[in-house]
């Protein structure tokens, strides 16, 4: 099955079965994103997005959230327009942290979530929480009983419920509404995180995914998260599919998947990456008819962007032909001067995302 015919099954199946214009409306912010993301799939739409891309870039940061306006953006300095996806990161708001792990204040987050979302973008939100039982970053992976201690029964189960979630929980529902692509657990079919494949059972990373749903959505009454599962490229169907919580916690499905240079030179790294790419995107696509589900390039990109073609000539075309809702490259880091995803103003190769933002079916904020 092509791509192109499988976009068109995807859009009609899952737009039949949620909201379109002449059926109900959508009655809660997750419904209205659904419909939106749906609406673009069914144009053959994919959305462009960046991490933290208002909070920060290249060579610059926000430093009194009160009083900046969040006009500032490296896409928008190189395209004259703004992402359609922010991406953001609570990993630290677990702890009771006045800012994330990256150092950004979760005022500034949050005044970034409601600003992007007045302009007619979409966010999405990523977790990277603190190893509650080591004392370790989310890439402690010294033990493998930190999931198994947050599940009913578990010792840390008390702290998990009553006061990681509750946080986090605190934080979503500051947001007033605003929808967000919630990614919590990603990268799973690795092991850097302490959530990973060898640190804990399927069964038990499935009961983690859905302990977090439930209390975010059950007990919290949150009506805003569209809950997005992202296990790492590399993984055949049945390895992307062996922890996946079920249908009833999991709206769209992401895949992670960068781009590495090997000792073989770009053109090898670009063609490889694009190869795995479309292999994934191939198996994803079926699972996403199969399921009824929204699919996603969760996270990407090449870091120091040396591929002067790099969007053109290997992103676009591996992407192109698959209903991919939207596409997320990582952040632009202000205090690692290689440590960047997207271009930014007098960077040498911005011509070619240049190119990129102005493809017919790439879609960027008009404004």
Not at 98 to 105: G, P, Q
Not at 144 to 154: A, C, N, T
Not at 214 to 232: D, E, H, I
Request: with cysteine; charged share 25%; aromatic share 12%.
């Amino acid at each position: 099955m092509t791509g192109i015919r499988t976009l068109t099954l995807l859009a009609g199946t899952l737009l039949a079965a949620c909201s379109s214009a002449d059926r109900k409306p959508a009655e809660t912010p997750k419904d209205r994103l659904v419909h939106t993301l749906f609406t673009h799939v069914e144009k053959g739409e994919i959305l462009y997005g960046h991490q933290d891309d208002l909070c920060y870039g290249h060579a610059w940061k926000v430093e009194d959230w009160e009083s900046d306006d969040l006009t500032r953006s490296d896409v928008k300095a190189v395209t004259g327009r703004y992402p359609a996806v922010l991406g953001v990161e609570l990993g630290g708001i677990e702890m009771g942290n006045k800012a994330s792990l990256d150092s950004v204040d979760f005022n500034l987050i949050r005044k970034a979530v409601l600003t992007h979302a007045e302009r007619g973008g979409i966010v999405t939100v990523s977790w990277h929480p603190r190893n509650p039982l080591t004392g370790g970053d989310a890439w402690d992976v010294s033990s493998d009983r930190v999931v198994k201690s947050l599940l009913e029964g578990g010792e840390l189960h008390g702290l998990f419920m009553d006061t990681w979630l509750k946080r986090l929980g605190d934080f979503l529902e500051s947001l007033e509404g605003t929808p967000v692509i919630f990614r919590p657990w990603h990268e799973s079919s690795a092991s850097w995180f302490w959530w990973g494949s060898k640190l804990c059972s399927e069964q038990d990373y499935r009961e983690l995914f859905r302990t977090t749903w439930t209390y975010l959505v059950k007990a919290r009454g949150l009506t805003n998260l569209l809950w997005c599962y992202s296990p790492n490229s590399g993984v055949s169907a049945e390895e992307y599919m062996s922890r996946y919580p079920g249908d009833e916690f999991v709206d769209i499905l992401g895949l992670d998947h960068y781009e590495f240079i090997g000792p073989d030179g770009l053109g090898e790294s670009g063609a490889r990456f694009a190869q795995e790419l479309k292999r994934s995107l191939t198996f994803l696509n079926v699972l996403a008819t199969d399921h009824h589900k929204l699919m996603c390039l969760s996270e990407t990109g090449l870091e120091s962007l040396s591929d002067p073609e790099w969007w053109t000539g290997v992103l676009y075309p591996a992407v192109k032909d698959f209903p991919v809702a939207y596409v997320l490259t990582w952040r632009n880091a202000c205090d690692k001067p290689l440590h960047f995803y997207a271009p930014w103003e007098g960077f040498e190769n911005a011509s070619d995302f240049e190119a990129f933002s102005k493809l017919e079916n790439i879609v960027f904020l008009n404004n």
